[in-house]
Structures are given as structure tokens and as C-alpha cells.
């Protein structure tokens, strides 16, 4: 049973514009959300991450909006660089005691055209 | 220093060999782990590590082996493995914060070939 889940396996966008990545998840304990970036052979990155007593998380090009009642995040770029071409992975956890899991979605890859 | 390390970057053994896996962060993190990640899925959890002990193993066969000798390093002794277990594994590291953030920094990973 996938708890996070990223419905779009790719996306497509033109240099300048925004990108918008969609994360849902089932699991009504998630209360912190991240966003990962990760290029190919390497790592993934941290990006951004929110809270659930938040609704926005903002920092430089990226933002990070949180819908609890629809248990929906989505990931905001603007403007999109081609640099940003990589696979984004929305992850989610339940802060607290010795938790420390985090449960990814299966990613989706964003390619920004020059 | 605000990076985790991993070593080697390639690694390509036999099903006979032993062989082991190193990660290291100076970011002071008392938490660490192990991922490991096939092509086009995300990063799958075997192990974490809180303040050098074992709290988290996901039911990962015996041929992998985790050790933690003190907060920065992080080992991974493979043995026996399948080609099945070729792929790349990743290290992470956090601050173990109760009800607070949990954002774990990956490293680059080792990319294991089992032939």
C-alpha cells in the first residue's frame, strides 16, 4: 500500500515558467513533509520541507504548499532553470518519539526546456 | 563540514567476496542510515542508527551488516550477496529531534554490482 504517492511519473516545462510537482499521501500521522531532488548516479538532495501546523513554505524559487484536508502538498518553481531537470521525491514522516522513517513517493522527473 | 561522505563510489564484488561499505558526516547528526536504491524507485530504508545504536532494521537479510563504530561513521559489511542486490546505496544522516524536523542528507551513494 503506497502512502505517498506522485501520480506523475514526468514533466515537462519550459525555461521561465513554473513547474508544479503534486504529492498525495494516505497517512493521516504524516505531520512533516520534504521534498527531494536527485540527478542521476547521485544522492538525492534536500530541497524544502514543511510542517503540518504550516500551509506555505517559501525559500528563494521554491515553495511548498500543504493541504491537509485533501492530503496534498505540491512543490513550486519559479522560474523554472534547466538546472532543475532531476527527479523530485515528496517524502513524508511522523515527528515524535523514535521515528525517524521516511515514507518516498516513487518520484517525478522534471525536465525544464531551454 | 556539511556533507556525508561515502566510499567507494563504485563497487563491483563476487557472490563470495565480503566486502564493506563506509559513510561518514561531521554535522554532528546522531542518527544515520542506510538506503538502499533501485533504478526509477525511491530510496528503500534497511537500517537507522541513533546514537550508535541499532534502532531500525527492516527485515534485511543477514548478508548485510550494519555497524556504527562511534557518531560519524557508519559501515555497511556486505557478504554472500545476489545479483539481485546490485544497486545504489545510499547513507544518510539527521538530528534525532523528537516531534521535530526530520530532514535527512543523503550522500552520493555507492553504486554495488554483484556479478
Known amino acids: 500500500d503506497q502512502q505517498v504517492k506522485q501520480n506523475s511519473p514526468s514533466l515537462s516545462v519550459q525555461e521561465g515558467r513554473i513547474s508544479i510537482l503534486n504529492c498525495d499521501y494516505t497517512n493521516s500521522m504524516f505531520d512533516y513533509f520534504l521534498w527531494y531532488k536527485k540527478y542521476p548516479a547521485e544522492g538525492p538532495t534536500f530541497l524544502i520541507s514543511i510542517s503540518s501546523i504550516k500551509d506555505k513554505n517559501e525559500d528563494g524559487r521554491f515553495t511548498v504548499f500543504l493541504n491537509k484536508s485533501a492530503k496534498h502538498l505540491s512543490l513550486h518553481i519559479v522560474p523554472s532553470q534547466p538546472g532543475d531537470s532531476a527527479v523530485y521525491f515528496c517524502?513524508?514522516?511522523?515527528?515524535?518519539?523514535?521515528?525517524?522513517?521516511?515514507?518516498f513517493g516513487k518520484g517525478t522527473l522534471l525536465t525544464v526546456n531551454p | 563540514d556539511t556533507e556525508v561522505t561515502q566510499t567507494p563510489k563504485h563497487l563491483v564484488m563476487g557472490m563470495t567476496n565480503k566486502k564493506s561499505l563506509k559513510c561518514e558526516q561531521h554535522?554532528?547528526?546522531?542518527?544515520m542510515y542506510w538506503y538502499k536504491q533501485k533504478a526509477k524507485k525511491p530510496p528503500e530504508l534497511m537500517f537507522v542508527y541513533s546514537y550508535e545504536k541499532l534502532s531500525i532494521n527492516e527485515s534485511v537479510p543477514s548478508r548485510f551488516s550494519p555497524e556504527c563504530p562511534n557518531s560519524s561513521l557508519l559501515n555497511l559489511h556486505l557478504h554472500a550477496l545476489q545479483p539481485e542486490d546490485s544497486a545504489l546505496y545510499l547513507c544518510a544522516s539527521s538530528h534525532p529531534t523528537s516531534g521535530g524536523a526530520h530532514e535527512q542528507f543523503f550522500g552520493p551513494g555507492t553504486r554495488l554490482t554483484v556479478l
Open positions: 517524502a513524508a514522516s511522523v515527528s515524535g518519539g523514535s521515528n525517524y522513517k521516511l515514507t
Open positions: 554535522m554532528g547528526h546522531r542518527a
